[in-house]
């Protein structure tokens, strides 16, 4: 599998020239299993990743949702492949909210907030409301397929995590869930267990989750963990590679690497995501 990482912050985008190296889009990242496009949240990074594959249309995408927070969803109006007729997306999303997958994505593109309707996309979509535990197989395009499961993480109005498993290698993405008080969140750590690659919640250093650090006091409840709580995760299950992700909006490129050279000292194969990452496994 080829994991590219097109957006890695958190709660907002964060232009500006103390966050050009990171990068300053949310949360989206693009996992080839084969053939198979398979896209993790929509945040804004997802528009930079709609212009790179238009050259391979008509395509098929499989957007996978964590869950409907503004800074997941927020870049799908402007992913131009979902404009273009002969191209197919499949959009995967949680059954834990008021309003189903298909409903938040045209409620945030419904007049007055958005000039164009879900509707008025030329893209055929199918909406699909995942449940606990389920298990998707898609077609790699190559005589395989990728298996996918589904598992709940730990945040306000819930989050999805995501198992990737194609040619014998299992990538996780775990974002905005906040672990447990007494050790990893059992939820997390096994779909996690044994991964080649965890993608994981890594937005606060534990000065900054406590409110001995940063701005706006404790982030406990806030539904997001520390790169700390991220290795005690990747120690406990025996994952090979650790990726810092949902870098919070407040930390400059210095912060960031601050806190990945902290993770290193603990956990040697961790990397703070920066978009433009992309790595095989």
């Known amino acids: ?3 590219t990482f097109w957006g890695v912050r958190g709660s907002i985008p964060t232009p500006g020239p103390d966050t050009v190296g990171i990068g300053g889009n949310t949360s989206c990242v693009e996992v080839r299993a084969g053939r198979a496009l398979l896209i993790f949240d929509g945040g804004t990074g997802l528009r930079l990743l709609g212009k790179k594959v238009l050259k391979e249309m008509p395509l098929t995408a499989n957007i996978f949702f964590s869950h409907v927070h503004w800074d997941h969803i927020q870049g799908f109006p402007f992913f131009d492949p979902a404009f273009v007729k002969g191209n197919v997306i ?7 909210v008021t309003r189903t997958l298909e409903e938040t994505l045209a409620g945030q593109m419904d007049h007055p907030s958005f000039p164009v309707h879900l509707g008025d996309m030329a893209a055929q979509m199918t909406f699909n409301d995942l449940t606990e535990g389920q298990v998707l197989e898609i077609d790699d395009g190559l005589g395989d397929k990728a298996r ?8 306000p109005n819930g989050v999805w995590l995501y198992r990737v498993e194609h040619g014998g290698k299992a990538v996780v993405y775990a974002t905005d869930t906040e672990h447990a008080k007494d050790g990893p969140d059992p939820n997390v750590l096994k779909i996690a267990r044994g991964a080649d690659v965890l993608i994981y919640d890594a937005q606060y250093t534990p000065e900054e989750y406590d409110g001995k650090a940063g ?13 700390t709580a991220a290795i005690d995760v990747a120690k406990a299950g025996k994952v090979k590679k650790l990726v810092l992700f949902h870098h919070d909006p407040l930390q400059s490129d210095a912060d960031v690497r601050a806190k990945e050279k902290r993770a290193k000292e603990l956990f040697p194969d961790s990397i703070a995501a920066y978009e433009g990452l992309s790595f095989e496994v």
């Open 1 to 3: 599998m080829q994991i």
């Open 215 to 227: 701005r706006g006091g404790p982030k406990v409840g806030w539904g997001h963990s520390t790169f």
């Open 90 to 96: 499949h959009l995967y999303g949680g059954n834990n």
């Open 148 to 155: 996918i499961s589904t598992g709940r993480g730990n945040h």
